[in-house]
């Protein structure tokens, strides 16, 4: 069953607008991951933050992470075409195995 | 450095063939494994993860069975295909315990 829920489902953005990408989840978690997948590839992990952590950065990415509304965001700033993707989130709380959401198409327009 | 190896990249089999799913990890010892299938358009479902040598999980029932015979080794097999088999396999794998962020391969499109 899906842990994580995305929101939206599909994005579409101009290149150098930001990008905001919404997930729930429904049990505790240890950790929540984003992962970002080109078409027809497999997935890249992004970045990982913990349950004691309400916010993370990493280069254009910045993760904040809100366990008394079991919720997430993804931010994208200044975004590129080369993001184009679909972008999951994912929750760990059981032994390190991960729960994916379906994901989020993310177009960004040149 | 870690590396995956996931193989073949696509695969056509006819409905009844058996299938073998191969994904090699190199550069790293004792890792967890896991195999996920993808179906069009939605998210990935945990098939399988493994611990160890020989020890392997199953996380829904179906028509697939995985092994790993070889510390860095995890192979996804079935006797015989159905047509809802047909998906997009990814072979992932993490450090032990909680915290690892997950190095996926290249997957496997699977059309039956």
């Known amino acids: 069953s899906q842990q994580g829920e995305e929101d939206p489902q599909a994005l579409s953005i101009q290149e150098g607008e930001n990008a905001t990408m919404n997930c729930s989840y429904k049990?505790?978690?240890?950790?929540l991951q984003w992962y970002r997948q080109n078409s027809g590839r497999g997935l890249v992990h992004l970045i990982l933050i913990r349950s004691n952590e309400r916010e993370k950065h990493s280069g254009r990415l910045r993760v904040t992470l809100d366990t008394s509304k079991k919720s997430s965001s993804l931010l994208i700033t200044a975004s590129r075409a080369a993001d184009t993707a679909s972008y999951f989130c994912a929750t760990d709380g059981d032994a390190g195995k991960l729960t994916f959401g379906k994901g989020i198409t993310l177009s960004v327009r040149p | 450095s870690q590396t995956i190896h996931q193989w073949p990249a696509t695969l056509v089999q006819p409905v009844g063939s058996p299938l073998s799913l191969e994904c090699t990890v190199e550069?790293?010892?004792?890792?967890?494994l896991y195999w996920y299938r993808q179906a069009a358009g939605r998210g990935l479902q945990l098939l399988f993860y493994s611990i160890g040598i020989d020890q392997i999980s199953s996380e829904v029932p179906q028509n697939l069975s995985a092994s790993r015979p070889q510390d860095r080794q995890f192979i996804l097999s079935s006797k015989k295909l159905l047509l809802r088999d047909s998906g997009f396999y990814l072979c992932?794998?993490?450090?032990f315990g909680s915290g690892y962020g997950y190095t996926f391969g290249s997957g496997t499109r699977l059309t039956v």
């Open positions: 550069g790293t010892s004792n890792p967890n």
């Open positions: 992932a794998w993490s450090g």
């Open positions: 049990t505790s978690i240890n950790n």
